[in-house]
């Protein structure tokens, strides 16, 4: 072990996601089972400009592992991105004596973590907490889980109203970069139709499907949408045009929007922050430093922060295999 580590520092960034709160608790208490200090940052970056900090114990993080969003708040901070910001961010670190820093977030948390890395020499680990699942060296982000079965449930629910009505529904979910979200509850609500940023479908393709849907039988159908689809300038585009050439169906649009994010953590997300947590802790006690902690084949993995960034995930071909033959 690494003895020079006596005082690490842990805040959230980014989006919220379902887990972070379960991700800050394992990381506190495995600090203090390896009898290290641990200083909350709150709000995130801004709040490491501005030094609202608070020292936690293990008793300090009861009851918060079944809590959504994150207790050490979030916060965009653009001063982070300027040298005098982090200038200011360095000397909160000298002030409570931070031996380093885990950051529990996406890739733009990362990237102000490795600048602030090269900058001032403070060791880093990252955690990957995001409902998009879009980050590369892990098959898994902290809230992914929790995400699909928010969006599975909502979709449910609102089949009930299409089969009731004989209406299409386009359902935008989360997705700005990456469509697993679309695709794996696209799958598992049983939806016509699933439109993500890696399959471009067309809006002719998607024409056809419907009305092939509308001959078989269906009076109802769902579409599932990622917010990145780049079929139409936007969900409501497509509807609108879906609605001009298929004037037989009734068409709705249900935009999920932020209740993706809220809600409390599924046993997956809790299971998979603790174990980042803990790994967190291990690693940067063993002076491991830029790197993001991951998952591959339920084994825990380390990737270099820089790759984490710049890499893409991996949509799963299979998938959308499956995807296309069930929707006959």
Do not use: W
């Amino acid at each position: 072990m690494n003895s020079t580590i006596k005082r690490i520092g842990v805040l959230t960034s980014g989006g919220d996601a379902p887990g972070m709160n379960a991700a800050v608790r394992a990381v506190v208490r495995s600090a203090a089972f390896f009898s290290i200090e641990c200083i909350a940052v709150y709000q995130g970056y801004q709040g490491l400009i501005s030094n609202n900090t608070k020292q936690l114990n293990a008793r300090g993080v009861n009851n918060i592992i079944n809590k959504g969003g994150t207790v050490l708040k979030s916060a965009r901070c653009l001063e982070f991105r300027t040298p005098e910001g982090r200038k200011k961010a360095f000397e909160t670190i000298q002030k409570n004596n931070i031996d380093g820093l885990i950051v529990i977030g996406g890739d733009g948390s990362f990237t102000g973590a490795m600048i602030f890395q090269s900058e001032f020499n403070i060791p880093v680990i990252g955690i990957p907490g995001t409902i998009d699942n879009d980050i590369y060296g892990t098959t898994h982000t902290i809230g992914y889980d929790t995400a699909l079965n928010t969006v599975i449930e909502a979709i449910d629910k609102i089949r009930d109203t299409a089969i009731s009505h004989n209406r299409l529904f386009f359902v935008e979910v989360m997705g700005r970069d990456a469509g697993h979200i679309a695709l794996n509850t696209g799958i598992g609500a049983g939806a016509e139709e699933i439109l993500i940023p890696e399959e471009d479908m067309g809006l002719d393709r998607l024409l056809d499907s419907l009305k092939r849907s509308e001959k078989s039988g269906k009076s109802s159908s769902i579409v599932v949408i990622a917010e990145g689809d780049k079929t139409g300038k936007n969900v409501f585009e497509i509807a609108e045009y879906i609605e001009k050439n298929l004037p037989y169906y009734e068409v709705r649009v249900s935009v999920l929007g932020h209740m993706q994010r809220g809600g409390s953590p599924s046993c997956f997300d809790r299971v998979l922050a603790s174990r980042m947590g803990v790994h967190a802790v291990e690693s940067i006690i063993n002076g491991k430093s830029n790197v993001m902690v991951g998952i591959d084949d339920s084994k825990m993995i380390l990737t270099p922060l820089s790759q984490a960034i710049k890499g893409k995930s991996k949509i799963n071909k299979d998938l959308i295999r499956v995807s296309e033959i069930l929707t006959v």
